[in-house]
């Protein structure tokens, strides 16, 4: 799967800042997998927040009310809108 360059404002999964909400602008991977990522609510438009990072380089995301892991490679191929507020401490995503 192609990394998506950084452009201002959009970023990769992997490098998007945790606790941040964020849209989904782009999922570029197999159709297949695409299909799975969007029947599990990433899709673009999709409003999403990195949780916290775990071993390996994988992410944990909060998409539609639902924790998902994700790994590296597919973490690259989802470019996302980063200029959203900062979420407060304590508030939760849905």
Known sequence: MPEIND???RLNLATAPQRVRLAVLEVRTEPLLAKRLGALGLRP?????????????G???SVAGSRLVLDRTILRAIRVDGSDRAIPAGEVSR
């Open 45 to 57: 438009g999709a409003p999403i927040e990195v949780l916290h990072g775990v071993s390996g380089g």
């Open 7 to 9: 452009e201002p404002g």
């Open 59 to 61: 992410r944990v995301i």
